[in-house]
């Protein structure tokens, strides 16, 4: 790594994005990325003599453990040359073939996964990826096989949250030439040329097939393809964020998507906005697929509100009223609780993380209720009376009308949003509802101008000693 590079291959990258952050290098050992640590290097010195910065350049090795002594061949060989040039060197071992079988995943998905889990964890600054153009043909190519939509047609990008992929505009040769004309060290990966991986069969034996064949560049037809693909998705993309600023409420965990006329849209934006919503919740997309996306579409167009399905890893989409649809993690909280109310004192509720305070009083008319209060009649609930979550068989009898209601009819007639039911506590003398959180008192408990009352405030974040 002492020669003059010559002017054939550069690093295509904006200093904007990269000056002020650590560098993080994936170091196989292999042509490619012993291509990119070498003008990784030149780019660090250019970019501080430039900036009058300091850029931390560091190499992370990871040990598939599948090829015995030439792994840890490559391993030693990597320290070495990062030891040479002063580099950092971060060795990560991971068994890929157990992983595999816990997975149920293929030795090149599970190698995948782990490497990437890796590379996360260093999302805070830049990680640069040896890719070039004919691995990003490959992905076109396998992604082709899978059915992918347009985004798989994309292929691979060159900057991708904090992932850089700088070589993606050089094949393989012309990576190697420029390897032998600078005189960059490299170790070669035996299992590269066994056809027995698919990336490896569609590099060794599909591709140069259809070359011959066809006698046509399929490498740089599939990054034609993949060049449409992303200016078609990029189109798509827009249209996608309009439906989102109109549509969608985003909180902290969940996302509520307004589907009204979701019927007359073209389903590639609908779809793309239940993905977007879906992302966000999940912080990410691994293994939504298009059946995932099938689903929520079937739940809102032939499902009543209060339906419910489940998607991957604890995402659940709920139908609401008013053409509404809630996506959200299933909370691993506990609602389940049942705790008897002290009359003459404090109650905490841990669950909640709410006291109770009790006091008798004289009611002097007013509202009966408020979201920090409550006031019921003292003679009607000064025994037996518990703070819990609803139950199966819980009743009403509302102030409006005469007769007795099941709690889940009440909150049927009264719209209140199913996400919502096992959240709001109830008041209760065994089964009969005494008040529903900031909705209803029940008929017999209401406290009358001038007569004994209990008075219940619900005080937030208060625990008692």
């Known amino acids: 790594m002492t020669v003059i590079p010559k002017e054939m291959i550069k690093l295509d990258l904006d200093d904007n994005l990269i000056k002020d952050k650590p560098w993080y290098v994936a170091f196989s050992g292999g042509p490619d990325s012993a291509c990119l640590l070498y003008l990784l290097i030149k780019k660090r010195e250019e970019i501080e003599k430039k ?20 792994s840890k061949r490559d391993q030693e060989f990597c320290r070495r040359l990062c030891e040479k040039y002063d580099i950092e060197f971060l060795p990560y071992d991971v068994d890929v073939n157990n992983y595999a079988k816990e997975e149920k995943l293929t030795v090149e998905q599970a190698a995948r996964v782990l490497r990437y889990e890796i590379f996360d964890d260093y999302s805070y600054g830049c990680v640069f990826l040896g890719h070039n153009k004919d691995d990003n043909a490959e992905t076109v190519f396998l992604n082709i096989l899978r059915g992918s939509g347009v985004q798989g047609l994309c292929g691979m990008q060159k900057v991708s949250d904090h992932y850089f992929r700088p070589l ?11 390897n032998r004309d600078n005189g960059i060290e490299y170790v070669i990966d035996s299992t590269n040329q066994a056809s027995y991986y698919m990336r490896n069969y569609i590099r060794n034996e599909i591709i140069p097939a259809l070359n011959e ?40 965990d969940h996302v509520l998507v307004d589907v009204e006329d979701f019927a007359d849209m073209d389903q590639v934006i609908s779809s793309g906005l239940l993905r977007k919503a879906i992302r966000y919740v999940k912080k990410g997309l691994k293994d939504v697929e298009k059946k995932h996306i099938e ?4 739940l809102i167009f032939h499902s009543q509100s209060g339906a419910v399905v489940d998607l991957k890893d604890g995402i659940r989409v709920l139908l609401l009223q008013n053409n509404r649809v809630k996506i ?21 509720i841990e669950s909640r993380d709410m006291n109770v305070r009790a006091f008798a009083c004289i009611f002097e008319g007013g509202d009966e209720y408020t979201e920090q209060r409550v006031f019921l009649d003292y003679e009607t609930v000064k025994q037996g009376l518990v703070i819990r979550n ?11 009308g005469n007769g007795k209601k099941t ?5 049927i007639d009264n719209k209140v949003d199913s996400d919502l ?9 065994e089964n009969e509802i005494v008040y529903i959180e900031n909705k209803e008192i029940g008929k017999r408990f209401s406290p009358v101008k001038g007569s004994n009352a209990l008075r219940l405030e619900f005080v937030k974040n208060e625990r008692t000693v």
């Open 328 to 348: 959200y993690k299933q909370s691993e909280e506990d609602y389940d609780f049942c705790v008897a109310v002290n009359i003459e004192g404090d109650t905490f």
């Open 407 to 411: 709690l889940k009819k009440y909150f």
């Open 421 to 429: 039911r096992d959240r709001l506590f109830v008041l209760a003398i």
């Open 295 to 298: 689903i929520v579409h079937t």
């Open 168 to 178: 993606l505009d050089y094949t393989k040769k012309e990576i190697l030439e420029f």
């Open 390 to 400: 609803r139950k199966s068989r819980d009743f009403i009898y509302p102030a409006k």
């Open 213 to 252: 064949k066809t006698n046509k560049d399929i490498v740089g037809n599939l990054i034609a393809l993949a060049d449409i693909a992303t200016q078609t998705q990029s189109y798509i993309n827009k249209q996608i964020d309009a439906e989102w600023d109109k549509r969608v409420t985003a909180g902290k």
């Open 51 to 70: 900036y009058q910065v300091s850029v931390k350049l560091s190499a992370i090795h990871v040990n598939h453990n599948l090829r015995q002594s030439e």
